[in-house]
């Protein structure tokens, strides 16, 4: 199987330096095999609003990502100058 | 949720966050809602892969970027194509410009023809769309090589067009002429991804070379790196939080000579500032679990 992926992925490597699609295509029919432990997670975005993400990956599923309150809420951490000036102000 | 059959190209939310766009290598992007994951619709049209989308503004119009040479212009909502852009080499990347009235395009060479890069006029107010392209720029090979981009954004106020290489090279194009106003040199690998935040005020590179960049977009300083130790295929700017997200992976030829380590799926959250990774998220055919 790890022999098969290998193939794979050569295969597409040399393609790619032909930069002819069609080609492509037809190495992924014939080789391809899906393997869970091998997948690319390819793409992320981010929603504007800010509470959910994207990402899409090699197996063509799209994965949506619903923030926890807990990330919502995570304050991030403040460098001890801030801490010392709002001392200083009070 | 499963919409496609081969590998997700590219995923873009729209500008108000209720949509969201995906194009794999299957020939048809789709659109979803993000608040409960149905699918709106599909784009049919396209005979290669798509390899970028650019949704503009007001969510009325979108642009793909095709293998099959063309770029297509399609009305979001019912999905029908209102225009083709044909190119003489595969189409990598699309990019609206501020006011939606323009986009550019990145094509890769092909046979005799060098790489391009196109510039276009969409007009919105219904008057017809002309053929051709308004600015069309040459990349020619350097040397021997061929170095072709891999991306393309423009900058704040369309005051640039910013195009990355496979090379790790990000070059600035004047729109109006087509001239080189300025290049630096990134990464020392391809660079796989370059992504903006909402003001446009910086951007993030992520690379082959398992590093990811965040760059002043005014002066072109690069202000913080991520690194990782697998190659960064995209990464996005959280707006709310001084977060960037990276997603990567192991390639699957390498899963056979490393020992150890199994590519896994993720994506991997930083800290902005502080540039230390603090989460992940691994996702399988199954449960996402966080980890810290």
């Known amino acids: 199987m790890c022999q098969g992926t290998f193939w ?35 793409t992320v975005a981010i929603n504007p609003n800010g509470r959910n993400y994207a990402s899409g990956a090699e197996d063509g599923y799209v994965r949506l990502h619903k923030f926890d309150k807990s990330y919502l809420d995570m304050k991030d951490p403040v460098p001890e100058a801030d801490e010392e000036e709002k001392v200083a102000e009070e | ?114 790489a391009k890069i196109m510039v276009f006029d969409a007009p919105s107010d219904g008057s017809p769309y002309p053929e051709g392209p ?21 900058t704040a106020f369309n005051e640039a067009l910013l195009v990355a290489y496979d090379n790790g090279m990000i070059k600035l194009y004047d729109p109006s002429n087509g001239d080189l106003v300025d290049e630096i040199m990134a990464h020392e690998k391809k660079i796989n991804r370059l992504q903006f935040n909402r003001e446009k005020t910086l951007f993030i590179t992520s690379s082959a070379d398992f590093t990811s960049k965040l760059y002043d977009a005014v002066d072109l300083k690069a202000l913080k790196e991520y690194k990782t130790d697998r190659p960064v295929n995209d990464a996005v700017i959280s707006e709310h939080k001084d977060h960037i997200l990276l997603g990567g992976g192991q390639e699957a030829m390498s899963v056979t000579t490393t020992s150890g380590k199994v590519g896994k799926f993720e994506t991997r959250f930083f ?22």
């Open chain 1, 8 to 42: 794979t992925y050569q295969c597409l490597y040399v393609v790619l330096l032909c930069c002819c699609d069609l080609f492509l295509v037809i190495v992924f029919q014939f080789v391809c095999s899906p393997l869970s432990y091998t997948l690319l997670n390819i």
């Open chain 2, 1 to 114: 949720m499963q919409g496609h059959e081969r590998p997700i190209t590219v995923i873009q939310y729209n500008y108000d966050g209720d949509l969201l766009f995906t194009a794999s290598k299957d020939l048809v992007p789709s659109v979803w809602w993000t608040e409960n994951g149905e699918r709106l619709g599909t784009y049919e049209g396209h005979k290669g892969a798509i390899w970028d989308l650019d949704c503009d503004r007001q969510s009325t119009r979108l642009l793909t970027a095709s293998a099959d040479a063309t770029c297509k212009l399609w009305a979001v909502q019912n999905g029908e194509c209102l225009h083709t852009y044909v190119h003489r080499g595969p189409v990598r990347g699309v990019s609206w410009a501020t006011g939606s009235k323009m986009f550019a395009t990145i094509s890769d060479p092909f046979v005799e023809h060098n």
């Open chain 2, 271 to 292: 800290h902005l500032v502080y540039e230390e990774e603090f989460g992940c998220v691994k996702g399988h055919f199954g449960p996402i679990n966080a980890c810290t």
């Open chain 2, 134 to 154: 308004r600015l069309e720029i040459d990349i020619p090979k350097v040397g021997t090589k061929r170095v072709n981009p891999t991306n393309i954004q423009w």
